[in-house]
Each structure stands twice: as structure tokens, then as C-alpha cells.
């Protein structure tokens, strides 16, 4: 089942996104972002074989706490540089980012399969 693929992709997305929102906040700057192998990783967490209700579980925690902390930024904090494949960028586009990816998933493999 590709949904159950696609919401475990959104699990780890979430995972590394919530770590790198973190992370901006403590570590030295410009903040540089990592990234991770997506395909690898929806492999090795076995999505497939797992009950869809206990992904969705997942995704929602994780999303839960993504919102949490962004809740309790400061504004000026938004404004935190970080680089990503060698372009300099902030913790607020990097925010924007994620959500974009995220509904781009819902909208796109989710909704219209």
C-alpha cells in the first residue's frame, strides 16, 4: 500500500524537521542543514508492514510537538540563518518549507490516489 509509504516518508520528514527546528535554536550559526535519505529510511522503518493506525499515531505525535515548538519561538528566532545545500536561508523559510512539503504529500499522494 503506497499511503502507508507516503505517511511513513511524512513520520521521518517530521522526525528531521522537528531535530533541525530544535537544533537552530542552540547551535552555532548559520545553522547547517543536513539532509537524509529518504528512500532508505522508509525502507528501514518498515512502514509497510506496520498497522496504518499506528503511523498515523506517529505522525500526528511527531506533528504535535513540530507545533509545540513552534509555538514557543521567538520571533526573532525565526530570522536564525541556516544553510541548505549551499544556499543560505532562515528558520522561518525552513518552517515554511516543511509545511509546503507536507501539504504538497496530503494534497497530491494522499487524497488523490
Sequence with gaps: MVQKEVIGHLCDSAIVNLERFLQMQYEA?????????????VALQGYQELPIEDILMLWTSINKKIMYVLD???????????????????????????MQHLAHHIHHQIFNE
Design 72 to 98: 514557543h519561538l521567538a520571533e526573532e528566532t525565526l530570522a536564525q540563518p541556516c544553510v541548505l545545500n549551499q544556499q543560505q536561508t532562515t528558520l522561518r523559510w525552513l518552517i515554511e518549507e516543511y
Design 29 to 41: 550559526s548559520p545553522y547547517v542543514v543536513t539532509t537524509y535519505d529518504q528512500v532508505q529510511w
